[in-house]
């Protein structure tokens, strides 16, 4: 511990400049209605190297290792011995100058001097007051440390759900993919006329996939474009079986996650089941200044399989939303007898 101590303290110039001035403050104060010089001086030379020493034990001993470490018992007792230390250091000195400067004659001492409570007020006016000033700096540099601290968790945790949300988009891809690659191999092998549109639909959904989907946000403008050429790319796939409803009230124009809407929009196809020969499809959305309101359904017929969850691709966009909005969305899915329902409210504040 001792070693530590003198390892922490490093004497800059700054520091033997500083305890020159306390030497000649001493002098200033101990020369009041005295001519003594010779006397003041050697009496303040002596004094010196115990306000020295006391000040850097308060301030790089027991302030570092035992005050802010708020371990008080040990603070207190171990300040007590350093005060007595130095109060006995202090008794000593005043009584070798009495001795050797004065040579027994109390009068040759100038009046401050000989008042032990002033000496002692004086050394530790200059403990107190260093110490002080030591134990601000330390707390700063604590509170920055800990400021640091905050910043590389606050860093660890974005770049974590940064990472957990790309995984996230990274599944959505072969997940659209896998879906929309087997409708265009049903077209080719039916040998359909329509096959080329199809193909060049898909090639204008991958283009936005491939440029928009690393983006954090898109507008929302953007978002439903896309959502309008993949409703056109099923609707060459189902033909007259199919009757989508697309209502939109775009209010306040925002920003929103690439694809947010995408993994509803493609169970609504894959899992809605026909109705008399035809699948129907409603979806509303609306972008309002507080919130923005999305809600698909897809006719279901009681023979099909009651559905518990509309997939991987489902799944993904409820750990996005938790991940991009936690506690600002609601998400409620509905199942009757006829249909199948997804309503997703965002808030913005």
Not at 74 to 97: H, Q, R
Request: one cysteine or more; charged letters at 20%; proline letters at 3%.
């Amino acid at each position: 511990m001792v070693k530590d101590f003198f390892r922490s303290i490093r004497f800059a110039p700054l520091h033997l400049v500083f305890w020159v001035l306390v030497w000649l403050f001493y002098v200033y104060f101990f020369s009041y209605t005295s001519e003594n010089s010779s006397f003041v001086w050697w009496f303040s030379a002596s004094i010196l190297p115990v306000t020295v020493v006391t000040t850097y034990v308060f301030s790089y001993l027991l302030i570092p290792k035992y005050l802010l470490p708020k371990k008080y018992l040990l603070f207190a007792v171990y300040s007590f011995y350093t005060v007595v230390c130095s109060l006995f250091l202090i008794l000593i000195i005043t009584f070798v100058n009495f001795i050797f400067i004065s040579e027994f004659d109390i009068t040759q001492m100038p009046l401050l001097t000989r008042n032990f409570v002033f000496v002692l007020i004086m050394v530790y006016l200059v403990v107190i007051v260093l110490s002080f000033i030591k134990l601000l700096h330390l707390t700063h540099q604590a509170t920055r440390r800990n400021k640091e601290l905050e910043n590389k968790l606050l860093e660890g945790k974005l770049l974590l759900k940064q990472k957990e949300l790309h995984y996230l988009k990274q599944q959505i891809h072969p997940h659209f993919l896998f879906n929309t690659l087997n409708t265009v191999y049903g077209f080719a092998l039916k040998q359909s006329k329509e096959t080329p549109d199809l193909i060049l639909k898909l090639s204008s959904l991958l283009d936005y996939i491939l440029h928009q989907i690393d983006k954090p946000t898109v507008l929302l403008s953007e978002e439903i474009k896309y959502i309008e050429a993949y409703m056109g790319l099923e609707h060459i796939r189902f033909r007259d079986s199919l009757q989508v409803s697309f209502q939109k009230e775009i209010v306040k124009e925002r920003v929103v996650p690439p694809m947010l809407f995408m993994a509803f929009v493609e169970n609504a196809f894959k899992h809605g089941t026909a109705i008399d020969g035809i699948l129907k499809i409603d979806i509303d959305l609306t972008s309002k200044e507080d919130k923005l309101c999305f809600r698909i359904k897809n006719s279901v017929s009681l023979l099909a399989d009651k559905v518990e969850s509309h997939g991987l691709g489902l799944e993904n966009t409820k750990k996005r939303l938790d991940a991009l909005f936690p506690k600002a969305y609601v998400l409620k899915v509905d199942k009757d007898e006829s249909w199948y329902q997804v309503h997703l409210e965002i808030t913005h504040n």
